[in-house]
């Protein structure tokens, strides 16, 4: 309420000031004396606005791992790995589109197509009924408990994008048509979401793309194939398979690049600072589920910690990887 005072009283005073120039525009003195204040006051905002104002970017890189059997391309999870959800939506593929499943990548596109899907999963998941949300996540005995929903007072403009529309956003993704997650996700009035699913783009290999824009940021989520591997890589130690076991899995890895650009025009705007929030809660959950920066240390921790109940003879754990065949999921 202050700021808007002193910039109505600015606004008055200027005009005013302005005012007396015109009465004596036929003054040669005083015009030639206010127009070069004037020049440099106009340049001052501008470099202000442009130059030292301009809200800072949100830029991360993070590598995305999945591990499935080479056979059908089943998803295979360790017992100690956290449990990606949208993992469930290769067996929907299965049962709904087995023409799908066939590549030349031996997985590689598939399991790109998937990370597209999860990260949309991700995001409906938690911005179902608002874009302004409060998410708590808290780090127990019995693995991660989260509690999701809209801030309380949220009161700003939205629109919600149905199934039915996601559909048609993720069009050409293998993934669009799955039920099993039945994504919808509450956007602010007049953002745009475009996703570009996984192709070869020139030399620089299979890529794809998220887009949402706004008048206040633009979020780009690109994704990029990195490797594959016939083996299940470190994971291979925690599941105590021999080489030859081994080799009936595969690991294929992706490289997440994320770049949030805010509007400068409006970076002082009332608004934006949730628009930040927005953009960096929606960069958080995605890492939190997908980032193998965060996902390896929970499952070697875990492991660790399973063993060690296992020496002392204190509880009784999961032996068994665990192999996605049949949705679960309602």
Do not use: C
Not at 62 to 75: G, H, N, Y
Not at 194 to 204: D, E, F, I, L, R
Not at 279 to 291: F, K, N
């Amino acid at each position: 309420m202050k700021a808007i005072i002193i910039l109505v009283t600015l606004i008055a005073a200027t005009a005013g000031v302005f005012y007396v120039v015109w009465m004596n525009r036929a003054s040669e003195k005083i015009v030639t004396t206010v127009i070069p204040i004037a020049i440099v006051a106009l340049v001052g905002v501008l470099i202000t606005v442009f130059v030292f104002g301009g809200e800072p970017p949100v830029v991360k890189k993070f590598p995305v791992l999945f591990l499935f059997r080479r056979s059908d391309k089943a998803p295979w999870t360790p017992p100690d790995r956290p449990l990606l959800l949208s993992l469930f939506e290769v067996p929907e593929l299965m049962k709904n589109h087995p023409e799908l499943m066939d590549d030349s990548t031996e997985g590689a596109t598939l399991y790109h197509h998937l990370l597209q899907r999860a990260m949309i999963d991700i995001i409906a998941r938690h911005h179902r009924s608002s874009w302004e949300t409060e998410i708590d996540r808290f780090e127990i005995g019995g693995g991660t408990e989260e509690f999701s929903g809209p801030v309380p007072g949220a009161i700003e403009p939205s629109v919600k994008l149905s199934f039915d529309q996601i559909k048609e956003v993720l069009k050409g993704n293998r993934f669009a048509e799955s039920p099993y997650m039945r994504p919808e996700i509450t956007l602010q009035v007049g953002t745009s979401l475009k996703v570009t699913a996984p192709s070869n783009y020139g030399s620089g290999g299979e890529e794809g793309q998220i887009l949402v824009t706004n008048d206040f940021v633009r979020l780009s989520i690109k994704t990029q194939y990195s490797s594959w591997m016939r083996s299940l890589g470190g994971y291979r130690l925690i599941l105590g398979y021999s080489y030859d076991q081994d080799k009936e899995f595969a690991t294929t890895q992706y490289l997440v690049s994320v770049e949030a650009e805010f509007n400068r025009l409006r970076s002082g705007h009332p608004k934006m600072s949730k628009y930040r929030r927005w953009v960096e809660q929606i960069v958080s959950e995605i890492q939190a589920e997908l980032d193998e920066q965060v996902v390896w240390p929970k499952t070697r921790d875990a492991f660790t910690f399973r063993k060690q109940l296992q020496q002392f003879g204190s509880a009784e754990v999961l032996e068994r990887p665990l192999t996605l065949n049949a949705p679960e999921y309602k």
